[in-house]
């Protein structure tokens, strides 16, 4: 079946622009998550989703990024005035339920220019 | 609090050669799951192997071998007779059930394999 897939792979703005990031896991995972992966860094968490609700937003770095997923399948990451230190790999991930693997996508490039 | 650490950043071997990547962790619970993941050129994360905290066996999948021990607190991941494919970052992670489904990943250590 098909894997998680991200789009776009590849994003460019500029210092206080707007960016939404679009994740669609594998069918029929519940669970879902987002992770920021800076240059030669592990992935770090950035928020959870089981089914429509984000059952913890703890990574989320501050209230700029925002994520949603309405009808508990494909989710948004939402960056509001972007600055050049978001610039980072995004990935998603998903998982037919919590502490199960998680499958990622390939992620989203974003470049904060 | 949970924590990985991968204490080799980088590593190089010859082709054939046999090759352990270490990985070492904290968490304060009883029930977590540990994982490999490999990060090839390209980028995408592929799932490689994972664990519970209940069993200790060690396991081989073809050239692919895990050891597991509480006792030391580590999962280390041996390549053997390593190929120049093998080539990538590798990642360390764990989840335990105190920390809300979410993945911390150790620094990652960058495998390279000479022809």
């Known amino acids: 079946g098909a894997g998680v897939s991200q789009t776009p792979s590849n994003k460019v703005t500029e210092k206080g622009k707007y960016v939404e990031l679009r994740c669609d896991p594998i069918?029929?995972?519940?669970?879902l998550y987002w992770y920021r992966q800076s240059l030669g860094q592990g992935p770090e968490f950035l928020i959870y989703f089981q089914g429509t609700g984000a059952a913890d937003d703890s990574g989320l770095p501050n209230d700029r990024f925002f994520a949603v997923r309405p009808e508990g399948s494909v989710s948004t990451l939402k960056i509001q005035r972007t600055e050049r230190g978001d610039s980072a790999v995004y990935l998603c991930?998903?998982?037919?339920?919590?502490?199960?693997?998680?499958?990622f996508g390939p992620g989203t490039r974003l470049l904060v220019l | 609090a949970q924590k990985v650490t991968q204490a080799q950043t980088e590593i190089s071997v010859v082709e054939k050669e046999d090759v352990t990547l270490d990985c070492v962790y904290e968490?304060?619970?009883?029930?977590?799951?540990l994982f490999w993941y490999k990060q090839p050129p390209s980028g995408e994360l592929v799932f490689l192997i994972r664990?519970?905290?209940?069993?200790?066996q060690n396991e081989i999948s073809g050239r692919y071998s895990w050891n597991f021990q509480k006792s030391t607190s580590s999962f280390n991941f041996t390549i053997t007779a390593s190929q120049v494919v093998d080539s990538a970052v590798y990642f360390c992670?764990?989840?335990?059930?105190?920390?809300?489904?979410?993945?911390?990943f150790g620094s990652g250590t960058q495998l390279t394999v000479l022809p």
């Open positions: 992670a764990l989840i335990s059930s105190g920390s809300a489904r979410q993945l911390t």
């Open positions: 664990r519970n905290s209940f069993d200790e």
């Open positions: 069918s029929g995972h519940t669970a």
């Open positions: 991930a998903s998982s037919t339920s919590p502490q199960e693997t998680q499958y």
């Open positions: 968490t304060r619970d009883t029930t977590y799951y």
